[in-house]
Every structure is written in C-alpha cells, then in structure tokens.
C-alpha cells in the first residue's frame, strides 16, 4: 500500500502488537479498522499472529494491485483489450480509445504502415506506365 500523505510504498510493522502500515519516508502511519483501539488497549498479538496477518494482507493487496495494472492508465474507467495493427498485438482501451505499446511496438508498426504507403505509391506510380488492357 502506498503512503495517503506522501505516495511512497509503506513497510508493514509491529506496534505495541499490532500490525501497522508505516511510511518510511514521511513517518504517516496506516491503521486498519480496530487497530487504533487495539492499541489503546493495548491488545497485543503474538509475533507468529502478526507474521500471518502481515501475509495476508501483502496477498490481498497484490491481488488488488494486478486488478489496477490491467485498468486503462489514463480513463481507469475499463480494461484493456488486445488487438492487431500490422502483425503487433496492442492494448487499446475500449472507452476512451488510448493504445498502449510494449517496447518498439510503435515503431514496428509505424514501419509497416510506411512500408505500405510506400507500396501504394510505388503500385500508383507503375500503373502510370502499364499498358491498357484491351
């Protein structure tokens, strides 16, 4: 989880017993629901409890971070879908029509689309020069 005051990636801890979220960076500490007065009453756990309670919630929150890295980056309104342009597989966004390429993927698809112009102009310049069929 990152950090709600400074955006940095927060590191899970042992307060007093409790498992905490704390930014190393701006010192703001995330409390999940209960633990403020776990705290207050000093309700501490065992370390064994805190090292699988600290697990979960990492699984948890990987699992909600894959669901955000498939979301357009830009609308984050929809999930990107696969198409093909040229022989490259590209993600697009289906609501705001964004396109997203892989490493050199713009530039294999820009060069096929050159090479093609350049075909219909070379085949637009040889018809000047065939014969009528007739």
């Not at 017993?17 to 403020?36: K, R, T």
């Not at 705290?39 to 090292?51: F, K, M, N, T, V």
């Not at 022989?87 to 892989?102: A, E, H, R, S, T």
Request: net charge positive; glycine share 10%; hydrophobic share 35%.
């Amino acid at each position: 989880m990152n950090c709600f005051g400074c955006g940095t990636a927060m590191r899970k801890g042992n307060r007093d017993g409790v498992l905490v979220d704390a930014c190393p960076n701006c010192g703001g500490v995330w409390l999940d629901a209960g633990e403020l007065e776990a705290l207050e009453r000093r309700e501490s756990r065992e370390r064994a409890g805190l090292l699988h309670q600290a697990r979960q919630e990492l699984a948890e929150e990987m699992q909600q971070v894959l669901k955000i890295v498939d979301m357009c980056p830009r609308c984050q309104a929809a999930r990107l879908k696969r198409t093909h342009r040229h022989g490259v597989q590209i993600d697009y966004c289906p609501n705001c029509k964004g396109l997203y390429f892989d490493d050199r993927e713009l530039e294999r698809v820009m060069k096929a689309s050159k090479e093609k112009a350049s075909m219909g102009f070379l085949e637009g310049v040889l018809s000047l020069f065939r014969k009528p069929d007739g």
